[in-house]
């Protein structure tokens, strides 16, 4: 079945700096992959999304890219802030299916 | 947020005995989701529901069973709660015909004593 890896676990940076959190998916029908941002105590929250037929998208401060050949797709934040502090979570969605299929989760931390 | 709400947020329980979580929507979704999360594990499938009365596993299903009667409510339920089974709940929905994302709950923490 589908599996997603996401690395690292744990990410420090310097507020200012940017951070890249990347992950692998297995299953080739996935299409859509959704990153999302976890507060502590707090839902789950989607913060962007790309569909297979995009190759990079952007939203201010944060992007994802997609490479679909191997199979990786990445977050990147710019300019970090404490308020980027959280557990990020990526996820990938086979076409005409139910599943999301999560990585374990990044904990970022920016220091000031 | 979308329109999910769950009860209760937080639970107290002892060893043995049954817990029903109760997830409620108003944005018509077809699909429902149950996970648990756990530190270090991410985000677990317990069920899904995939229409009224339709459901099936996940892939930690064992001690749990779910219902969904109508389509804005899907139950939890541990029929003899275990302590390995303490951990924070999280309902999701989606429905791709009509969009990609899948939206989630504030969650219940439960504890199992």
């Known amino acids: 079945g589908e599996n997603v890896e996401q690395h690292p676990s744990t990410l420090s940076v310097q507020e200012g700096d940017s951070a890249v959190i990347k992950c692998t998916y297995s299953?080739?029908?996935?299409?859509?992959f959704p990153w999302y941002k976890q507060e502590l105590g707090k839902r789950p929250q989607l913060i962007i999304d790309i569909r297979s037929n995009v190759g990079e998208k952007k939203d201010q401060r944060i992007a994802v890219t997609l490479n679909k050949t191997a199979k990786h797709f990445s977050l990147h934040i710019t300019e970090t802030q404490p308020e980027d502090s959280a557990v990020y979570f990526c996820a990938a969605s086979p076409f005409g299916t139910y599943k999301y299929i999560f990585g374990t989760g990044t904990r970022l931390k920016v220091l000031a | 947020d979308a329109g999910i709400t769950q009860s209760p947020r937080h639970k107290v329980t002892e060893t043995g005995t049954p817990v029903t979580l109760r997830c409620h929507q108003t944005e018509n979704h077809r699909y429902m989701y149950w996970y648990r999360q756990d530190p270090g594990h991410g985000l677990r499938l317990i069920h899904y529901?995939?229409?009224?009365?339709?459901?099936d596993k996940g892939e930690v299903s064992d001690g749990y069973s779910v219902s969904r009667s109508k389509t804005e409510d899907f139950l939890l339920t541990l029929e003899s709660a275990t302590s390995s089974q303490t951990s924070v709940y999280f309902c999701?929905?989606?429905?791709?015909?009509?969009?990609?994302?899948?939206?989630f709950g504030p969650g219940t923490r439960l504890t199992v004593l």
């Open positions: 529901s995939y229409g009224v009365k339709d459901t």
């Open positions: 299953d080739s029908a996935s299409n859509y």
């Open positions: 999701a929905i989606s429905d791709r015909r009509v969009t990609d994302t899948q939206y």
